[in-house]
């Protein structure tokens, strides 16, 4: 059992992070990352082929190539969601060879990757650090992956790569269309997914790299999305992913009466609260809640006659509308949700595909998170204090990933828009269960009872003096909870073992997640 | 436990159940009950909430079983998040489903107290959203949707199996859930059951009883007399009336009671005791509608439009409301919360009526203040009614947001 510290926040942390020191959260603004970037090995063309055809007969070919070995570490992306097919084959090529304790770090996880848990009952895998969820979060919940899980934002694992903290071995990036010097998009092909951005990081950073395609075309693929001047290898297979699984066809606003008041009251609350204004920008998510949202806003706007200056994706067909119709001239798309985003980013001009560097990450010169007016987000609970948990659930087992979460909580105004209850368990909480957001950065809750907003927050509260938007304070809102679902909820008991640490997005360590 | 397990314990019969069962149900539960002579309790409890609130549920079992005097035997509930209020119904109505004649009532407290006198007869009822009686996760938002009136409905929505469980889920939710400024309507059923309905959850709260499938002035009488039986309190009737009979007898069902404050109408029957489809254009009904106007203003009530069914359609919606206003109706039933806000919308005042509204106001305001008995505006003297139309009007506009608070201040 490592030794725990103390965040500034009150939370243990694990004072070893798989060899690793940790720094404990110290306070928003308190850590000033410094030091250099992770050191790069110089290759030289007289390792690669003249003529630019780094083509390869098969992946295990080129993972042996890369010198696949013990111990590595093996980046992948998630920009196939759930339709994922190259992830788990990379594993089942390292259990035919005998391989043993690697590290997977993929940028998300999805249901799909469940055969990795068998890869780390045999230790084949050694451990994850990446989001988890569905299977992975229950095994990584119940104490049984070799070494600590490592949840970071999207910002943070930026950051994590850039700075050497987690030196990858071999990044392989499945593209759905690519050529064979490695240039590669998102964009086009069969698997088209928008755009790779997630990517990018491991294709500059990793020691090597390994495209794997399923729509190999002729030098130059145009646009390149990920430069094969970065690239060791291209590998082309049948199919990279499942296209039915990896953006959905339309997107689905959520029908729910009290979610579409959720979105409302938020929506009415950017009206009101004077944030909805000639050149404004915003965020939101791919929730129900946050594409309703959208469309409330995009009404709104229409009856002020007013135009944003950029949006953010996750893009889809509603983001795609407003650039269309003119509501704003840009898109700024982090990863692309439904066809119609796919189709809007190759055809639109003014739809730019980014990255975690563009826009999350914390060790930079700016990033846009910061620029944003306003951004709507989710969680699974938020207590008195704001503070905020999107990883975990009430019981305390892991379910989701941090995403760009915490990153876009450095906008101007955050927003949660979250019900202030789910079947009888409370979101409304005196203390969260896992902290990933700290309150001081968390402006208002918005929810079907009412919006509340952080009492830090004296401008907002003063701008919407006269809003006929439910303002509630979030102490009664708690209390009505209480008393609607019989009293406050028991709090889990969990082990001493700690399972997971949540980093944020400096760098350091916000709290940990214990075995359930 | 294993999946086979759990499919084999949750087909298990028991001789007295309550509530809804299945892997799929959410913010209610089951309760089975199996009685046995010796032995002690046994409790079995599966809930998604264990973790946070098992204790409680546990105690709340022992209350419960405790109150009807359940001493051996099994007790298996299965939980999907039922809220107290949902679970102590569920239990009560399997604990009463062993005990058909026994008295215990096993009551939640009161949200506020239950008030002798409802709200002013005369209020708006410009929508009343439509609650199936038995379904209890639509009750606790129901209030936040903001409709005039939330009416718990223990008739069409509600399966004849499931209406003595229905019965007790919405006489805890009258008690215990806050729905707010709507008004607290019933929906019985029709007869004798109707008068069941009235003696379990009148004095729980309800404001206003619908009466479905009214076809003669003594069905009104009856549930009438059967409410003066049980509680002094008022509670206004609205009549539905539904079938080409009741239509024929209009004049007399809105004047059967003190109690109506207004008279409504159910196209999908109607039209099916015509034996024509209900059309989109409403042809085949607007004698009818035209009928409950006339008959409801004739005895000083509140005409009330039918329910509009394609939840989708919000222009479809919108421009029935608009026709129901152009004919004299006051209102529409909504069958789903989105309706709430376009139904209000459609009735709102047009901006030169409330402006003229306001300047009626107004000038009896100073009238009052100048102890003037004659209101007059300009050049031309205005009538009682119309400035009482103009308060209306006013009022309406104040709650939709047209006009502020404070607009004559």
Redesign the interface.
């Known amino acids: 059992m490592s030794e725990l510290l103390k965040t500034v926040l009150g939370r243990p942390v694990p004072a070893l992070i798989n060899g690793r020191q940790a720094i404990p959260f110290a306070g928003v603004g308190a850590r000033r990352p410094q030091g250099n970037r992770a050191p790069q090995i110089i290759n030289t063309c007289a390792d690669y082929p003249a003529d630019g055809d780094k083509r390869v007969g098969s992946l295990r070919e080129a993972l042996e190539r890369c010198g696949f070995t013990d111990g590595m570490t093996i980046s992948t992306h998630h920009h196939f969601r759930n339709g994922d097919l190259v992830a788990n084959q990379v594993f089942d090529i390292a259990a035919e060879m005998g391989l043993r304790d690697l590290m997977w770090l993929p940028s998300a996880s999805f249901p799909c990757h469940e055969p990795q848990v068998a890869h780390m009952e045999s230790g084949v895998i050694h451990h994850i650090e990446g989001s988890m969820n569905g299977p992975l979060g229950a095994y990584c919940s119940r104490g049984a992956m070799a070494g600590l899980g490592v949840l970071r934002s999207h910002g943070g694992r930026w950051q994590a790569i850039q700075d050497g903290e987690v030196p990858i071995d071999i990044a392989v990036i499945a593209a759905p269309t690519a050529d064979f010097f490695g240039n590669a998009t998102g964009d086009r092909g069969p698997s088209a997914c928008g755009l790779l951005g997630f990517a990018l990081a491991d294709s500059l950073y990793a020691r090597h790299v390994i495209v794997v395609t399923d729509n190999l075309v002729p030098f130059p693929c145009l646009p390149w999305q990920i430069q094969g001047n970065n690239v060791d290898c291209v590998v082309e297979v049948e199919r990279v992913g499942d296209p039915e699984k990896i953006v959905s066809g339309t997107t689905r606003v959520t029908k729910s009466?009290?979610r579409?008041?959720i979105a409302e009251h938020a929506a009415r609350f950017v009206r009101d609260a004077g944030i909805l204004r000639e050149g404004f920008s915003f965020q939101a998510g791919a929730g129900g809640t946050a594409l309703a949202f959208g469309i409330y806003l995009k009404e709104m706007m229409k009856e002020a006659g007013v135009k944003a200056g950029f949006v953010r994706g996750g893009s889809n067909q509603y983001l795609v509308e407003m650039l269309e119709e003119g509501l704003t001239p840009v898109i700024l798309d982090g990863q692309t949700f439904d066809l119609e985003g796919v189709r809007s980013m190759r055809e639109n001009a003014g739809h730019q595909n980014t990255s975690p560097f563009t826009s999350y990450n914390y060790h930079g010169k700016g990033c846009f998170a910061s620029m944003l007016d306003v951004v709507i987000l989710g969680a699974t609970e938020v207590d008195t204090s704001f503070n905020a948990n999107v990883v975990t659930h009430?019981?305390g087992r892991l379910l989701h990933g941090i995403g760009g979460w915490q990153n876009c909580l450095a906008a101007k105004c955050t927003i949660l828009a979250v019900p202030s209850f789910r079947?009888?368990?409370p979101v409304v909480l005196d203390e969260v269960t896992t902290l990933c957001g700290p309150g001081e950065l968390i402006d208002v809750v918005a929810t079907?009872?009412g919006v509340c907003i952080n009492p830090r927050r004296r401008d907002l509260v003063d701008a919407m003096a006269g809003s006929?938007v439910p303002l509630l304070d979030i102490h009664d809102l708690k209390r009505e909870v209480e008393r609607?679902?019989?009293?406050a909820?028991?709090r889990?008991a969990f082990g001493e073992q700690v399972v997971a640490a949540i980093q944020w997005v400096d760098g350091t360590t916000i709290d940990s997640v214990r075995a359930t | 436990m294993g999946k086979d397990t759990q499919n084999a314990l949750e087909a298990e019969e028991f001789p007295h159940g309550a509530g809804r069962r299945g892997p799929r149900v959410?913010?209610d539960c089951w309760v089975g009950i199996e009685p046995a002579d010796s032995g002690g309790l046994s409790i079995e409890l599966e809930s998604?909430?264990e973790?946070?609130?098992?204790?409680?549920l546990r105690e709340q079992i022992a209350v419960g079983c405790a109150l009807f005097g359940l001493e051996h035997g099994r007790v298996r509930v299965e939980d999907?998040?039922?809220?107290?209020f949902v679970f102590m119904a569920r239990l009560e109505s399997a604990l009463r489903s062993v005990w058909p004649d026994s008295c215990a009532r096993w009551l939640p407290e009161t949200v506020r107290a239950i008030t002798e006198t409802p709200g002013e007869r005369d209020r708006f009822r410009r929508s009343r959203l439509y609650l199936p009686g038995n379904e209890a996760k639509y009750f606790?938002?129901a209030a936040?949707?903001g409709p005039d009136a939330v009416i718990l409905d223990l008739e069409d929505s509600v399966a004849p199996a499931a209406k003595g469980d229905a019965r007790i889920l919405v006489r805890n939710a009258l008690r215990t859930v806050d729905f707010g400024a709507a008004e607290r309507m019933l929906r019985i059923n029709q007869g004798d059951l109707g008068l069941v309905d009235l003696t379990e959850t009148v004095e729980h709260g309800v404001e206003l009883v619908l009466i479905p499938k009214v076809e003669s002035a003594d069905e009104v009488e009856r549930v009438d007399d059967h409410i003066r039986s049980i509680t002094e309190r008022e509670v206004y009737l609205m009549p539905i009336i539904e079938s080409a009979r009741g239509i024929v007898n209009a004049a007399a069902i809105a004047k059967a009671s003190p109690r109506n404050v207004a008279l409504t109408i159910g196209l999908e029957d109607y039209t099916a005791d015509l034996g024509v489809p209900r059309t989109e254009a409403g042809g085949e009904s607007l004698h009818a509608r035209n009928v409950i106007v006339n008959a409801a203003r004739a005895a000083g009530l509140q005409a009330i439009d039918s329910v509009y069914s394609d939840v989708v359609d919000e222009q479809g919606l919108a421009a029935s409301v608009r026709e129901a206003r152009a004919l004299g109706f006051e209102g529409k039933g909504c069958i789903?919360?989105?309706q709430v806000s376009i139904v209000h919308a459609a009735l709102a005042p047009e901006p030169a009526q409330v402006e003229r509204a306001c300047a009626i106001v107004v000038a009896f305001q100073e009238a009052q203040q100048a102890g003037l008995g004659v209101v007059s505006l300009g050049s031309k003297m205005i009538d009682p009614p119309v400035v009482k139309r103009a308060q209306q009007t006013v009022a309406m506009a104040v709650a939709t947001?047209q006009l502020a608070q404070d607009w004559d201040a």
Not at chain 1, 484 to 487: K, M, N, P, R
Not at chain 2, 80 to 84: N, V
Request: hydrophobic content about 25%; charged content about 20%; aromatic content about 8%.
């Open positions: 009466p009290d579409l008041l009430t019981d079947n009888r368990i079907e009872r006929r609607i679902c019989g009293g909820p028991a889990p | 959410r913010s998604t909430v973790v946070y609130y098992g204790n409680s999907g998040g039922a809220y107290p606790l938002n936040l949707h789903h919360p989105r947001g």
